[in-house]
Structures are given as C-alpha cells and as structure tokens.
Nanobody, 123 residues
Framework: QVQLVESGGGLVQAGASLRLSCAAS????????MGWFRQAPGKEREFVAQ????????SYTNSVKGRFTISRDNAKNTVYLQMNSLKPEDTAVYYC????????????????WGQGTQVTVSS
C-alpha cells in the first residue's frame, strides 16, 4: 500500500509557474508508475500527466504539453509536476496517484490517491 500527500498548490496569476510535489510513504514507490490528475468544479476528474517507474517515459494530456513537466525522484519517494505558463483553465484540485495497470490515462488504472492540492489561476 502507498500513501500519497500532495503539496505546492496555491493562488497565482496567469502566466506564473508552480511546482507540485507528491510524497509517497512505503518502500515500494519505485515499483509504481505515477500520475497527476485534476478536477475542476463541476467537472470530472481528468488525466494530466504520467511517468513510468524509472522515470524515462512520460505522457501528457494535450492541453498541458509544452507547459507541464512530470518528474520523479525515487530516492526521495517523490513525484513532481512543474507547471509553467499557467492559464485560468488550469484551475482545479490536483491529485497524484499510483498506477497499478494500463492505460496510464485512465482513472481506473490507479489504486492509490492523495487528498489533492488546490491550484487557482487568476486572469
């Protein structure tokens, strides 16, 4: 089992940057692919980015490609989401999750979730 705790959210203006962190407990962090999802008010939770177990493969939803970067540090049991050029439409609660099956963009592929961190981008 993995416990996940997100941090780094906040209120920023459009065009700013934020880096989200997700700290995992347990000694099996490196055995999981990791994903970031987000959920805006009144909308379904959606896939944002995913990174494989050793960090050499990533995938992104189209709306964040070129602006967001997912990375991980297995020595620190932490996955990151660097978010640049933020837009008001990026406003959401961001969740990290541990992947247990395919496909990586599916909510059903993830068994363990954090509590989320709020990101608000003002125009």
């Amino acid at each position: 089992q993995v416990q996940l705790v997100e941090s780094g959210g906040g209120l920023v203006q459009a065009g700013a940057s934020l880096r989200l962190s997700c700290a995992a407990s347990g000694r099996t962090f490196s055995s999981y692919g990791m994903g970031w999802f987000r959920q805006a008010p009144g909308k379904e939770r959606e896939f944002v980015a995913q990174i494989n177990r050793n960090g050499d493969s990533t995938s992104y939803t189209n709306s964040v490609k070129g602006r967001f970067t997912i990375s991980r540090d297995n020595a620190k049991n932490t996955v990151y989401l660097q978010m640049n050029s933020l837009k008001p439409e990026d406003t959401a609660v961001y969740y990290c999750a541990a992947q247990v099956k395919l496909p990586p963009w599916s909510i059903g592929a993830y068994d363990y979730w954090g509590q989320g961190t709020q990101v608000t981008v003002s125009s």
